[in-house]
């Protein structure tokens, strides 16, 4: 099939290499001029890592990424560990295929090398697409500079403020949360040795507030993402805010929080607002369909956003095979929906979880809700290569 993909983030690419890999012939258009992600690290769990693997990225993971050995959930104040979940070894075990965090440059980098390995012309740069049409024949797309492409299918994998949705879902805009993240990139050097956090995922849970940690590019740099409820604001990954305000947010956490702050560059505090949608059934049409952040978007407290794209990518380009093209749509969604919103659901769950401000209740709520068991049990071990699609 001819196919069009609007967007080359994570999920574009992923789509991209997954349909060229099976036949397909692949255009993505991306409004940017140039790709470069932005941003800093993302976790990738069995169930994202078996899609890359697949797709010939293990090298890039292996030489770029970090395997932590778990996810620590601490209080932000003095440490106490309340809740752990195995990763390492044990995860790679049990879920067949390893845990890695990773820059996301490092990882977009590798997925793009990819797509062009396959395909030079693959991905379209400067290509900012203002209206989605189509036909029982054929999709079509009109792009801001006069050109305008069909296809015989269109995949909109354009994030969060989607163009594409509004042609398959509604032009409802995103809601804000509540909630914004800092977002700061610490070289390990810097930290003093008895600060630095342990090689884990490291979750300081506070009141109305959480910071997470992890090493990133083969443990040199640290990732600090702390989310924090405030009023709203613009979202944008690129707005740099007072370092004197991120001071203040975390002000009295535990010295391995308070020794990334410090030693941050001042002029490298990025903050921006987190969005969300309620998740929906209905992702496509007879030639148009989403994927990604474009039909999902999820916060960021299971570290599942882009593990959810990559998987919706897997699938659809499996779903494709043997089916005519609406019975296809039709078991993509059917299939990826539920599960999607799930993790839209747990993770806004999570939000409330890690923000209780009492103690007590804190260590209470994570013990009853064991999100070691229920992870392990039904997100990590699902594998999009192989998965039964009825
Ligand atoms: C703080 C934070 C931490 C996160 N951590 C993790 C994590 O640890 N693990 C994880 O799995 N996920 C994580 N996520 C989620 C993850 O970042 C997203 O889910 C993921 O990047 C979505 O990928 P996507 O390809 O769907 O969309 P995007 O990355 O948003 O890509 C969309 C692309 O489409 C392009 N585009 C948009 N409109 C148009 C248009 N009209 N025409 C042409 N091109 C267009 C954009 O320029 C962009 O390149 C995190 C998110 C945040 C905010």
């Known amino acids: 099939m001819q196919i069009a993909i609007i967007g080359a983030g994570i999920g574009g690419l992923t789509a991209a290499a997954s349909l060229i ?7 993505v258009y991306e409004q940017a001029p140039a790709l470069g992600e932005v941003g800093a690290a993302v976790q990738m769990s069995a169930n994202a890592v078996k899609v890359l693997y697949g797709l010939g990225l293990k090298p890039t993971l292996e030489s770029q990424g970090v395997k932590p ?26 879920h067949g295929a390893p845990y890695y965090q990773i820059h996301r440059v490092d990882l977009h980098a590798g997925l793009l090398a990819q797509v062009r390995a396959l395909d030079r012309e693959a991905v379209q740069l400067g290509k900012r697409a203002v209206q989605v049409s189509e036909t029982q024949d054929e999709a079509r797309v009109q792009f801001e500079d006069g050109q305008q492409v069909a296809a015989e299918l269109l995949v909109g994998a354009d994030g969060i403020k989607s163009l594409v949705r509004q042609h398959v879902v509604d032009a409802a805009p995103p809601v804000f949360t509540g909630q914004v993240a800092w977002r700061l990139s610490i070289p390990t050097e810097r930290i003093p040795a008895q600060l630095r956090p342990p090689l884990a995922s490291t979750i300081w849970c506070g009141p109305r507030n959480h910071a997470v940690m992890y090493y990133m590019r083969a443990g040199q740099l640290l990732n600090f993402v702390g989310c ?13 805010k007072p370092w004197e305000e991120l001071d203040h947010d975390y002000a009295g956490w535990h010295p391995m929080v308070r020794a990334a702050i410090e030693n941050v560059d001042r002029d490298q505090c990025f903050r921006w607002a987190l969005n969300n949608r309620e998740p929906v059934m209905q992702w496509s049409t007879a030639r ?5 952040d474009a039909v999902h978007p999820t916060l960021p407290y299971m570290a599942q956003g882009a593990a959810m794209a990559i998987e919706d990518a897997a699938v659809l380009a499996r779903a494709l095979e043997g089916r005519p093209l609406r019975e296809a749509l039709q078991v993509y969604q ?6 999607a919103a799930r993790v839209v ?4 769950e999570m939000a409330d979880l890690y923000h209780i401000a009492d103690p007590d209740e804190m260590r209470r709520a994570f ?7 229920s992870r392990n049990g039904w997100l ?9 699609l009825t």
């Open 288 to 292: 148009v369909t989403l994927l990604g």
């Open 367 to 373: 013990k009853d809700r064991n999100i070691a068991a």
């Open 21 to 27: 890999r099976r036949g397909h012939r692949v255009r």
């Open 380 to 388: 990590y071990p699902y594998d999009p290569l192989t998965v039964a």
């Open 69 to 94: 050995e778990s996810f620590e959930f601490r209080r932000f104040d003095d440490g106490e560990l309340l809740h752990r979940i195995a990763l390492g070894h044990a995860h790679h075990l049990a």
């Open 334 to 339: 059917a299939h990826r929906a539920p599960r």
């Open 228 to 240: 924090v409820e405030r009023p709203w604001e613009q979202e944008s990954w690129t707005a740099r």
């Open 345 to 348: 659901r747990e993770s806004n």
